[in-house]
């Protein structure tokens, strides 16, 4: 059975440097009718769980730190005893949500994580968040860029622990030089292609001065 992607919106709330906002995230599922990884286990234990079904869950794979990627990732590793990955860089941010459970396993750039037949190269793309990640999956088509790169730009830099010309510069040499064909899913809102966002790069740019 070949590898499939599969997508699930769940909502609640961000909060960081005191500010709190409504938020709906993407959850990724990638595998087959065996076993699966989640990517960015958001808000909803129970609909990850039910959308998994009596899969085997490989890994709890987190983008980033910020709270509404992770909120639901200790109680699905609970249910499914799947582990928990994350950038050790964003253990900070992680602590400000968990502060009682630490992720299970480091994500490091250029790690390959294998479900379901294909592989999924670990990319280290800085600057949303320190310990920001993006996982790439040629063998889909696809790159999963969490709060790096959305439809129309880079994610936002504005709070702590964020830092904008490091997230050009993450998008510059890592998923722009991606093929154009592929597509970005992200971690809120719709998916894109690294094609059609890499002609804006210097209005990214701009911008951000």
């Not at 909060?15 to 709906?24: A, F, K, M, P």
């Not at 869950?57 to 730190?65: D, G, P």
């Not at 009682?100 to 994500?107: I, Q, T």
Request: proline share 7%; aromatic share 4%.
């Amino acid at each position: 059975m070949a590898a499939r992607i599969e997508h699930l919106v769940t909502s609640g709330t961000f909060s960081l440097d005191g500010g709190t906002w409504d938020v709906d995230n993407n959850v990724w599922i990638v595998g087959d009718d065996s076993e699966a990884v989640v990517i960015d286990a958001a808000h909803d234990a129970d609909a990850i769980a039910e959308a998994l079904g009596d899969r085997t869950l490989r890994a709890i794979v987190c983008t980033h730190a910020h709270n509404d990627h992770i909120d639901a990732a200790p109680a699905l590793a609970a249910r499914t005893g799947a582990p928990i990955l994350l950038h050790p860089d964003d253990l900070p941010l992680w602590k400000q949500t968990h502060p009682d459970r630490l992720p299970d396993g480091d994500l490091t750039d250029g790690q390959q994580l294998s479900v379901a037949g294909v592989e999924l190269t670990v990319l280290h793309t800085p600057g949303h968040a320190p310990g920001a990640v993006c996982l790439y999956a040629p063998e889909l088509g696809t790159v999963f860029t969490g709060d790096t790169l959305f439809q129309g730009g880079p994610g936002a830099t504005g709070r702590s622990f964020s830092h904008f010309p490091t997230i050009v510069e993450s998008i510059r040499t890592r998923l722009l030089a991606l093929p154009p064909e592929t597509v970005v899913r992200t971690g809120h809102g719709d998916s894109t292609t690294v094609g059609a966002e890499a002609p804006h790069l210097q209005e990214w740019i701009d911008r951000g001065h």
